[in-house]
C-alpha cells in the first residue's frame, strides 16, 4: 500500500508532515509513505529515515491565499498537484493533503477524476460525538450547492465508508433538517427525503443539529452550504467552551483547586471534541483516495490519516463505492 502525503502543505508544514509521515513508516510495516515536497528542505527533517518512507522531488507549493483552480493549473510541480497524479497513475493508493482545501478538492477533479456515477464528491469529515464514534457527515463544504440525487450518492457512498472503514453492519443514515417530521425543510430536503427512503441504505429520516453530538445518526447527509455552517459552528463552539472553562478555573486559588481534580475528566472532554484524533475528511466520489487533513494538523493527525488511509485501502473502499453506484 501506498500513502502519498503532501509534505509542503498545512499551517505546520513541513515539519508536522514529516513527523507524522516517519510515525506512520514506523508503525506500519506494510505501507510505504510517499513525502511528496522540496527534497531539499524535507531531506534536514529526516532524523531518521525507515525503509519504507521515500521522497519524490517537487519544487512547487500551493499556498492557502491561491487561487485553487489557477494554482492547479499553473502549478503542475506543486506537491498537492504531483500527489494527486501519482494517484491518477496508480503510483500510489492514496494521498493526503492539508492543503489547501478548494485546491485539494480542484486537484481531485481535474487531476485525479470523478468516479463514474458520481456527479459531485463530497468533503465527508467525522463529527465529534459524546461516545466518542463519531458522525461521518457531508457534503461539509465541497459544494455549496446540491440537488436531491447527489444526496443519495453522498448518502450511500457515506453508508459504505462507514461499513468498510468504521466496521458498521448497518450505519443509520439521517437528513439534516430543521425538524423531525417527513415533511419539514427546504425544497431540497422535501425532495430528498422519499428518495433516501428508496435508496439501499438504513435511513432513520430527519435529524436536527442540536441531536447530532448524541450520535443519533452514523451519517449525516446534508448539502455543502448547510454542513459547512455546522462545521464551523462546531469547532467555535468547542473553542469558546474550552476558553471559557480555562477562564473560569484559573479565577482563584479554589477554582484552581477544583480544577485540578476534574482535569482528568477535561483532558477526556477535549480529547473527544480534537478533531486530531479523527485523522481527516475524504472526499468522497473521486476515482481515488484523497484525503484533506486538516490545515492545523500536528504529527499525531497526519499518522491517524495514514491509519485512515491504510484501513480504506485494506477494505477497498473506491472499488467497493464503484460497484455500488455502478448498479443503480
Known amino acids: 500500500m501506498k500513502i502519498a502525503i503532501d509534505a509542503m502543505g498545512g499551517d505546520h508544514a513541513p515539519a508536522s508532515n514529516v513527523e507524522g509521515a516517519v510515525a506512520a513508516a514506523q508503525a506500519w510495516n506494510d ?3 510517499i513525502l511528496v515536497g522540496d527534497a531539499a528542505i524535507i531531506e534536514p527533517l529526516l532524523k531518521v529515515r525507515p525503509s519504507n518512507l521515500h521522497i519524490h522531488h517537487c519544487t512547487e507549493v500551493i499556498g492557502p491565499e491561491d487561487e485553487p483552480v489557477k494554482a492547479v493549473r499553473r502549478k503542475k510541480d506543486s506537491s498537492m498537484v504531483v500527489a494527486g497524479r501519482l494517484v491518477k497513475e496508480g503510483q500510489a493508493d492514496a494521498m493526503i493533503s492539508a492543503g489547501n482545501t478548494g485546491a ?3 486537484t481531485g477533479l481535474l487531476v485525479v477524476g470523478r468516479m463514474e456515477g458520481i456527479e459531485r464528491p463530497a468533503l465527508a469529515p467525522m463529527l465529534p460525538t459524546m461516545d466518542e464514534v463519531g458522525v461521518l457527515a457531508l457534503d461539509l463544504g465541497a459544494n455549496m450547492d446540491a440537488k436531491p440525487e447527489h444526496l443519495v450518492q453522498y448518502a450511500v457512498m457515506a453508508s459504505i465508508y462507514r461499513t468498510k472503514v468504521h466496521g458498521m453492519t448497518k450505519p443509520r443514515v439521517g437528513l439534516l433538517n430543521v425538524g423531525t417530521e417527513a415533511m419539514k425543510g427546504n425544497e431540497l430536503t422535501k425532495a430528498t427525503y422519499p428518495l433516501l427512503e428508496e435508496a439501499p441504505i438504513q435511513f432513520v429520516g430527519n435529524v436536527e443539529s ?4 448524541e450520535r443519533n445518526c452514523d451519517v449525516l447527509v446534508c448539502d455543502g452550504f448547510v454542513g459547512n455552517i455546522l462545521l464551523k459552528t462546531m469547532e467555535g463552539t ?3 467552551l474550552m476558553s471559557v472553562l480555562k477562564k473560569e478555573f484559573t479565577k482563584n486559588l479554589w477554582t ?3 480544577a485540578a481534580i476534574m482535569m482528568p ?3 477526556g472532554l477535549k480529547k473527544t471534541m480534537d478533531y486530531k484524533e479523527h485523522g481527516g475528511a475524504p472526499l468522497l466520489g473521486l476515482n481515488g483516495l484523497v484525503i484533506k487533513a486538516h490545515g492545523s494538523s500536528d504529527a499525531n493527525a497526519v ?3 495514514v491509519r485512515q488511509a491504510r484501513t480504506a485501502i485494506q477494505s477497498q473502499l473506491i472499488q467497493t463505492i464503484s460497484m455500488e453506484i455502478s448498479r443503480k
Do not use: P, S
Open 31 to 33: 505501507i510505504d509513505v
Open 104 to 106: 485539494l478538492m480542484t
Open 210 to 213: 442540536r441531536d447530532v453530538l
Open 238 to 240: 468547542a473553542g469558546t
Open 256 to 258: 484552581k483547586l477544583a
Open 265 to 267: 475528566g477535561l483532558k
Open 303 to 305: 499518522k491517524n490519516a
